[in-house]
């Protein structure tokens, strides 16, 4: 019954071809999409930053340490230039003995101590500063007072070639320490180098990274956005020019999708809708053939010569031909009027029995093959309703459980309360309903069996939006064979019925 | 003038044809539904049968087919097939007979339609 009932729960005009949700298809949505392109364009972007920052900074600490290196390698010279020039003038004091030389000796001691000092700062490795010690220390040596007083004991010739032998190894330290600087400097120029090229080459892979996640970009919004919204407006535009049959692809986006889905769920309860529409009007003119049949020939009866009480006959069936038509058309407007949504209730107190007991007296007589079995409460059931609606729903049930047991049988009525609702059955020994076909039911325009039962197939919708609008519900259970039950529930008006007198 | 047999479970259309029928000579009878059509039929077998196709408890198509298996000579009566069922020709085809009236039919549409069965006298065909 639970199943039964929530399909019945289904709004009034039911989405018919789009019953069943859509299946859930695994596609990016627009905002994922946006996030991830621009997520990835920052992310693209940012890395190509990182690269030329990054190459950048290398390329200019390589520069700096070549210009370093090429200042030691300088530096370093000018102390080889200089200490040759000490040389020249250490050679001419050893020879002569000159006094007067000592001032020049002690100024090119002075001058090698500042060029030492300035190589030092500019060198980068401990190896390069030892060797440079060395060198000052032999040149320093070699620069020292050539005869002290308390050295008396060596001969000038040997001190000579000390000094000499001290020079000597100086400008070797010197030598190596330049062939080792002018190494690093083309080593610094080749690193320098690497890192401009390497700086373009990011500069570069950036780029065509850029231009390819703009082209891929443009790819995915053609696929997943524009293509199936172009797709959609044709769709649409095809419909509202009448195709009934054009539906929308269902691609692209999620949120495209889903409005694809959306309109095709549309457009299929359009086209049923205009479907059942024809097939109402169908109904309806099947049902005015029959009075319209009887017309005709009675008024060709009349035409002829027959006695007066033939005459008499004729014209009372003539009479009844047309009060179905009006009946007919009556209903129509009636279910028209319904259909539209204006149902006006005159609520009054009545006894749902007594009027049971009616209807069911007024359509017993109606059909020999059908026995009606009535079991109400003994004590009055008073509605806060309409009685005509009521009425008109409880004979609707009646007329269609008659209709749908073709073979005849026994068809009962219940009317069963609790202390909040009265419960209306009515079951009926017919056909049946197939299980699938329950859901439109209620649905305006159909009819279970149009080979049975002839009619506009409205009284089911009819009564469900009688139903509804007391505020009650209608559900069915129903075997494909055996028959079917349709159960109304409306609310009671009040306490339960005692303090109301035995109508 | 013909036995005519009216099978319709409109009763004041059926009673109306009979009167039609009955004031241009023929002999005429009516039932409600197919049952009572049989039961009328093997009673006295009429010259032509005037068959509702929607009909309660048995349909005029099954009507029919009943009359053809019965195989005992009634199935030869021609039948003139009225309704107002939108693919009257579809039900006449099932039927196999030729003679459809369409409802609403006027009086010279059925004079006819009802000579030509009573003159040619085909007997339903089913098509399969």
């Not at chain 1, 205009?274 to 097939?279: A, C, G, I, M, S």
């Not at chain 2, 009328?40 to 068959?51: G, K, Q, T, Y």
Request: one cysteine or more.
């Amino acid at each position: 019954m639970g199943s039964a009932n929530s399909s019945l729960s289904s709004d009034f005009w039911p989405v018919t071809a789009g019953g069943a949700p859509p299946p859930r298809r695994r596609t990016l949505t627009v905002r994922a999409l946006m996030a991830a392109a621009t997520a990835s364009g920052i992310v693209i972007v940012a890395i190509m930053l990182a690269g030329v920052i990054g190459s950048l900074t290398r390329l200019l600490d390589a520069t700096a340490a070549m210009n370093r290196s090429s200042t030691a390698l300088a530096v370093v010279r000018e102390i080889e230039v200089s200490a040759r020039d000490s040389e020249r003038l250490a050679g001419v004091r050893l020879v002569t003995q000159e006094p007067g030389l000592a001032g020049a000796r002690a100024q090119a001691r002075h001058d090698l101590v500042g060029l030492f000092a300035r190589a030092e700062a500019l060198l980068s490795s401990e190896a390069e500063r030892e060797r440079l010690d060395d060198a000052s220390r032999r040149l320093d040596a070699y620069l020292a007072p050539l005869v002290r007083p308390d050295d008396a004991t060596r001969e000038p010739g040997e001190v000579a070639r000390d000094a000499q032998a001290q020079f000597d190894l100086a400008l070797r330290d010197l030598r190596e320490l330049e062939v080792a600087k002018a190494e690093t400097v083309d080593a610094n120029l080749l690193e320098t180098r690497r890192m401009a090229s390497l700086a373009e080459g990011v500069a570069a892979t950036g780029g065509a990274g850029v231009v390819i996640g703009l082209l891929v970009a443009a790819l995915v919004v053609h696929r997943l956005l524009s293509r199936p919204l172009v797709g959609l407006y044709h769709a649409i535009a095809q419909f509202r020019d009448g195709d009934t049959d054009a539906r929308a692809r269902v691609d692209g986006a999620r949120e495209l999708a889903e409005v694809s889905n959306v309109f095709n769920g549309m457009a299929d309860s359009l086209a049923a809708q205009r479907r059942d529409e024809l097939v109402f009007l169908a109904g309806v003119v099947h049902d005015l053939r029959n009075p319209l049949s009887g017309i005709k020939l009675g008024l060709r009866a009349l035409r002829d010569d027959t006695t007066t009480a033939v005459r008499t006959r004729v014209i009372e069936l003539l009479d009844r031909q047309v009060d179905r038509l009006s009946h007919i058309v009556g209903d129509v407007l009636d279910a028209t009027k319904i259909e539209a949504g204006h149902l006006e209730l005159r609520r009054e107190q009545f006894d749902l029995c007594r009027s049971v007991r009616e209807i069911v007296s007024l359509m017993a007589p109606t059909s020999e093959i059908h026995e009606i079995v009535v079991e109400v409460p003994e004590l009055p059931v008073m509605l806060d309703a309409d009685p005509v609606r009521v009425e008109q729903v409880l004979s609707n049930l009646l007329s269609n459980a008659m209709k749908y047991s073709p073979a005849g049988g026994r068809i009962d009525v219940r009317v069963v309360t609790s202390s909040t609702e009265v419960v209306l059955d009515v079951t009926d020994r017919g056909i049946g309903i197939a299980r699938a076909a329950i859901p439109e039911l209620f649905a305006p325009f159909r009819r279970r069996a149009p080979e049975i039962a002839s009619g506009s197939g409205l009284g089911l919708s009819v009564v469900r939006r009688i139903v509804r609008a007391h505020g009650g519900t209608i559900e069915v259970e129903s075997t494909l064979g055996r028959g079917s039950t349709f159960r109304v529930r409306l609310p009671l008006a009040g306490p339960p019925s005692k303090i109301e007198p035995k109508v | 003038m013909a036995d005519i047999l009216v099978v319709d479970d409109d009763t004041d259309v059926a009673e109306l044809l009979t009167i039609v029928l009955q004031s241009a000579g023929h002999v005429v009878r009516r039932a409600a539904d197919g049952l009572e059509g049989l039961r009328l039929i093997e009673e006295r077998l009429p010259d032509v049968i005037v068959l509702d196709v929607e009909m309660p408890r048995l349909s005029g198509p099954q009507m029919a087919y009943r009359l053809l298996v019965a195989d005992a000579g009634r199935e030869r009566v021609p039948i003139v097939l009225v309704s107002g069922v939108v693919d009257l020709e579809t039900v006449g085809a099932r039927v196999g007979t030729p003679y459809l009236l369409a409802k609403p039919y006027s009086a010279e549409q059925l004079n006819e339609t009802l000579g030509l069965a009573l003159t040619e006298r085909r007997q339903p065909l089913p098509s399969s």
